[in-house]
């Protein structure tokens, strides 16, 4: 898909069209994370907060259950 910029005041906007934020789950409040290896830009939902709470969690129980082995297989 080729988009062109659109202009928005003194700014320039790209327009990115509804199927593909209904296909990241991405509405109008969800915050954006945007990032470029200097010639890509990439643009991401950013991370919920839920999410990395599951996270955590998942790490704290993975840590605690296999932690030891873990700390063996990196030796």
Do not use: C, Q
């Amino acid at each position: 898909m080729r988009k062109k910029l659109t202009r928005h005041g003194n700014s320039w906007a790209l327009v990115i069209d509804k199927p593909v934020l209904d296909l990241l789950k991405i509405d109008p409040e969800a915050p954006l994370e945007i990032t470029t290896d200097g010639k890509i830009l990439i643009i991401a939902p950013a991370p919920r907060e839920e999410g990395k709470a599951r996270f955590r969690a998942a790490m704290k129980t993975t840590n605690r259950k296999y932690g030891n082995a873990l700390k063996k297989l990196a030796e």
